[in-house]
């Protein structure tokens, strides 16, 4: 088994930033990309980003391209989203996730889940 615990959410105003973070524990040799994603009220939950844990191959949706930048820390087996020039359409439950992962895009892949944060941008 595989554990995640997320941490950073927050409420920020628009154009501000925030750092989550995502402490992994357990058989963490068993996956090989862990992925960021989110679900706002209402919405399907939808890929964010992901990193791969050996080569650090990084992933993004159109969406968030170029505002947020995904990272590791393989000794602390931890896995950052760094999340700037935020807009309110990215109010959303943020989840870490991880995996066995060929499709990089897709949530069934994923086999482990954290509890999800809350991150609200004010317009």
């Known amino acids: 088994q595989v554990q995640l615990v997320e941490s950073g959410g927050g409420l920020v105003p628009a154009g501000g930033s925030l750092r989550l973070s995502c402490a992994a524990s357990?058989?963490?040799?068993?996956?090989?990309?862990m992925g960021w994603f989110r679900q706002a009220p209402g919405k399907a939950r939808e890929f964010v980003a992901a990193?791969?844990?050996?080569?650090?191959?990084?992933y993004y949706a159109d969406s968030v391209k170029g505002r947020f930048t995904i990272s590791r820390d393989n000794a602390k087996k931890t896995v950052y989203l760094q999340m700037d020039s935020l807009k309110p359409e990215d109010t959303a439950v943020y989840y870490c996730?991880?995996?066995?992962?060929?499709?990089?895009?897709?949530?069934?892949?994923?086999?482990?889940w954290g509890q999800g944060t809350q991150v609200t941008v004010s317009s």
């Open positions: 996730a991880a995996g066995t992962v060929l499709s990089i895009r897709d949530l069934s892949e994923y086999r482990y």
């Open positions: 357990g058989r963490t040799f068993a996956t090989n990309v």
């Open positions: 990193i791969r844990w050996s080569v650090g191959g990084t």
